[in-house]
């Protein structure tokens, strides 16, 4: 986290100077934590009842909260799976 003031100094043709400044502000230079765990590996979908399900935990954390996540998952010949959204 990066407390500051962006300064914006003007020159201008009369030879005076002028400062300008923005509100306080807040940047979060850190990225999410993010931890992932999966459950019934080997995955076998082959509707026999054994291991057809496959349970993917996901947890994720941010200094300033998060708004919304999406995921994305995909089939190995490339055709998406239902995505998965929250807020």
Do not use: Y
């Amino acid at each position: 986290m990066v407390l500051g003031r962006l300064n914006r100094v003007g020159i201008f043709t009369n030879s005076k100077a002028v400062t300008t400044a923005t509100d306080a502000f807040t940047l979060d230079v850190q990225p999410p934590r993010l931890e992932a765990s999966v459950e019934n590996i080997p995955f076998t979908p082959d509707d026999d009842g054994n291991k057809d399900t496959l349970e993917i935990d996901l947890n994720a954390e941010d200094n300033f909260g998060i708004e919304a996540w999406k995921d994305h998952n995909c089939r190995p010949e490339e055709k998406p799976v239902s995505p998965h959204t929250g807020l």
